[in-house]
């Protein structure tokens, strides 16, 4: 490691720190690789946990391929709130009182959100227009427009109810904000949500509980370099 980097190449599974930003993990095995080409192959939000795959030295150009496979969630939604981000990132405001839905509305809400669909990004998200990531406007309170996207949502299965909270496992492709289907669910049910939680749990056939901890790995890099010394 850091040694030939143009021999080198290597695909770490790590599981993301909560409040850790996707490019925070990549400039920290940077540093301890001592490696210029590191990067992620797709973002998790700073409050999300989960599978993050990072490719370092020649894996880098693999980037796209990790990134192009379907991926999997599991979370939580609040209903009856929202918020302007659609997670806990921004202040939770009230909308509507949703104990009086029952579980087939809820199951039916997420039914019509599986398949091929149309979904419109968060205004806070790394989604850049005009050269400029949105989230960077929407924090200043400037609206920007985004248009509807295809995704395909292979899976949306409710595994628990418990009102206002439902928890969720989500298979889906690439491109897909897991946060707007939190507030396309509230919408729909015509109560506002927001995402109260979420874990990516796989990307293709590389699972979480093949994943490091970050501390751990970190550790496991510099004894490999001190008995390589």
Same mark, same amino acid.
């Given at each position: 490691?850091?040694?030939?980097?143009?021999?080198?190449?290597?695909?770490?599974?790590?599981?993301?720190?909560?409040?850790?930003?996707?490019?925070?993990?990549?400039?920290?095995?940077?540093?301890?690789?001592?490696?210029?080409?590191?990067?992620?192959?797709?973002?998790?939000?700073?409050?999300?946990?989960?599978?993050?795959?990072?490719?370092?030295?020649?894996?880098?150009?693999?980037?796209?391929?990790?990134?192009?496979?379907?991926?999997?969630?599991?979370?939580?939604?609040?209903?009856?709130?929202?918020?302007?981000?659609? /997670?806990?990132?921004?202040?939770?405001?009230?909308? &509507?009182?949703? @104990?009086? =839905?029952?579980?087939? *509305? +809820?199951?039916?809400?997420?039914?019509?959100?599986?398949?091929?669909?149309?979904?419109?990004?968060?205004?806070?998200?790394?989604?850049?227009?005009?050269?400029?990531?949105?989230?960077?406007?929407?924090?200043?309170?400037?609206?920007?427009?985004?248009?509807?996207?295809?995704?395909?949502?292979?899976?949306?299965?409710?595994?628990?109810?418990?009102?206002?909270?439902?928890?969720?496992?989500?298979?889906?492709?690439?491109?897909?904000?897991?946060?707007?289907?939190?507030? /396309?669910?509230?919408?729909?049910?015509?109560?506002? &949500?927001?995402? @109260?939680? =979420?874990?990516?749990? *796989? +990307?293709?056939?590389?699972?979480?509980?093949?994943?490091?901890?970050?501390?751990?790995?970190?550790?496991?890099?510099?004894?490999?370099?001190?008995?390589?010394?």
């Amino acid at each position: 490691m850091g040694l030939q980097e143009k021999a080198y190449g290597e695909v770490f599974l790590v599981n993301k720190p909560y409040r850790w930003t996707s490019f925070d993990v990549v400039k920290k095995l940077r540093n301890a690789l001592r490696v210029k080409k590191v990067g992620h192959a797709g973002t998790l939000d700073p409050l999300a946990t989960g599978l993050l795959i990072i490719c370092a030295g020649r894996e880098t150009k693999n980037i796209d391929r990790y990134q192009a496979q379907e991926k999997e969630y599991e979370g939580s939604l609040v209903l009856g709130k929202t918020t302007d981000s659609y /997670d806990l990132e921004q202040e939770v405001r009230d909308i &509507a009182d949703p @104990s009086y =839905l029952d579980d087939s *509305a +809820i199951l039916a809400a997420a039914q019509s959100l599986t398949g091929d669909i149309l979904q419109v990004p968060p205004a806070h998200s790394a989604i850049k227009k005009d050269g400029k990531r949105v989230y960077e406007s929407a924090r200043k309170g400037i609206a920007v427009h985004l248009d509807a996207r295809p995704v395909t949502v292979k899976s949306f299965e409710i595994t628990q109810i418990s009102l206002p909270e439902i928890h969720f496992r989500i298979r889906c492709s690439k491109g897909t904000y897991i946060r707007s289907l939190a507030r /396309d669910m509230g919408e729909k049910l015509e109560v506002g &949500a927001y995402l @109260s939680a =979420l874990k990516r749990t *796989a +990307i293709g056939d590389f699972r979480l509980e093949k994943a490091w901890e970050l501390g751990d790995l970190i550790d496991k890099i510099y004894k490999e370099r001190n008995e390589n010394l």
